[in-house]
């Protein structure tokens, strides 16, 4: 995989350096390196980033329909987050005005 195959496809799923390092039980610092093109994953990185970015493709591998799809499926699940974030102060500051 190429320095700006990991970035990119790590872009498109929305996740940062560390969600990648994270997933993939890897040093944050290494992540960074590959994607700067200082350093390479090893083989077992390489298969571990291709399964995160779907399978065995990455963004720049993807047709456009597919990843946008994909785009559409991880923001509303994002949104789905931000909406349970939400409720849970509006319940807090509920409690709140009552005091």
Do not use: C
């Not at 399964?51 to 785009?71: C, I, P, Y």
């Amino acid at each position: 995989m190429k320095p700006n195959e990991i970035r990119e496809a790590r872009m498109a799923l929305g996740l940062t350096v560390q969600d990648v390092s994270k997933k993939l039980g890897a040093p944050y610092s290494a992540v960074h390196r590959w994607e700067k093109g200082e350093n390479s994953p090893s083989a077992k990185y390489i298969a571990a980033l291709r399964d995160l970015f779907d399978g065995k493709q990455t963004a720049g591998e993807k047709s456009e329909v597919d990843f946008l799809k994909q785009r559409i499926i991880d923001l509303e699940k994002q949104l789905e987050d931000q909406r349970e974030i939400i409720n849970v102060f509006k319940a807090a500051l509920e409690t709140i005005a009552k005091k």
